[in-house]
Nanobody, 125 residues
Framework: QVQLVESGGGLVQAGGSLRLSCAAS????????MGWFRQVQGKEREFVAA????????YSVNFMKGRFTISRDNAKNTVYLQVNNLRPEDTAVYYC??????????????????WGQGTQVTVSS
């Protein structure tokens, strides 16, 4: 089992950048593919990006490519989401998630077994 804690959210002006972090504890971090999702109140949780257990494969939503970059440091048990050129529509709670196993990297929320508590990102216009 793994525990996840996100950090790095906050209030930022449009055009700004943030680096979200997700620290994992518990079972060896390298056993998990990791993902980032976001959710606006009243809406479905939305996939943002995912990364394989080794970090050699990443996946993201097409319209987010170029602004959202996922990475991981297995030595630090941490996954990151770099978000550039933020827009007001990026305002949401951002969650990191872990999928146990090395057989693949899911992009669907239902395939991730473990979730953090979320970090709020608010972008002002």
């Amino acid at each position: 089992q793994v525990q996840l804690v996100e950090s790095g959210g906050g209030l930022v002006q449009a055009g700004g950048s943030l680096r979200l972090s997700c620290a994992a504890s518990g079972r060896t971090f390298g056993y998990y593919a990791m993902g980032w999702f976001r959710q606006v109140q009243g809406k479905e949780r939305e996939f943002v990006a995912a990364i394989s257990w080794s970090g050699d494969r990443t996946y993201s939503v097409n319209f987010m490519k170029g602004r959202f970059t996922i990475s991981r440091d297995n030595a630090k048990n941490t996954v990151y989401l770099q978000v550039n050129n933020l827009r007001p529509e990026d305002t949401a709670v951002y969650y990191c998630a872990a999928h146990e196993g090395r057989e693949g990297t899911p992009v669907s929320a239902k395939e991730f077994e473990y979730w953090g508590q979320g970090t709020q990102v608010t972008v002002s216009s």
